[in-house]
């Protein structure tokens, strides 16, 4: 297959320079993002069914993967760091405010999104399961409509390229 010499090894690093604004938080379309999502469990909650629940949740609207972040022996601000630096869209953490909220019976996830031209996560506060799924959807598809969330990265990337042409 030709590729007319702009393949991968021009492509990636022509992505990763319209969009990273730093060598301290790579950016890329969510199409070629390693991950959709990383989930950052606590050591104590592991085990906890929220856990379960919101891999599901995240997993069945964001078809690029889901990442476990289960390195226990790091802090979650470390892991989040590092989440950030991978480009990962969505960065969901199941930690202190999470087990507070259980005693309450209304179990919440902290999130957090990267975005073009950003260095630094953008916190989402603190969501229940289905609030996620809504905030999930509207980012996806602009409200819930029937696009595929591939198309929406791509054109928002061909936006960017269409605003640096003179």
Known sequence: MCCFGIGVTR????????????DKALRLPRAI????????VKKSLMSNVIVEMA??????????????????????????????????????????????????QKPVIEVFTTHAKSAEPMSQGSMSLDRFVTFVQSTLYGGGGAHDSGHLAH?????????HQH
């Open 55 to 104: 891999s599901s949740s995240a997993s069945r609207y964001l078809k690029g993967g889901i990442l476990l972040d289960d390195r226990v022996e790091m802090s979650a601000g470390k892991r989040i760091h590092d989440a950030n630096r991978l480009g990962i869209p969505f960065i969901l953490v199941i930690a202190n405010e999470t087990e507070r909220s259980l005693a309450t």
């Open 11 to 22: 492509l990636l690093p022509a992505a990763i320079d319209l969009l990273s604004v730093s």
């Open 155 to 163: 054109n928002q990337v061909l936006d960017q390229l269409g605003s």
């Open 33 to 40: 993002a390693p991950f959709d999502a990383v989930i950052i």
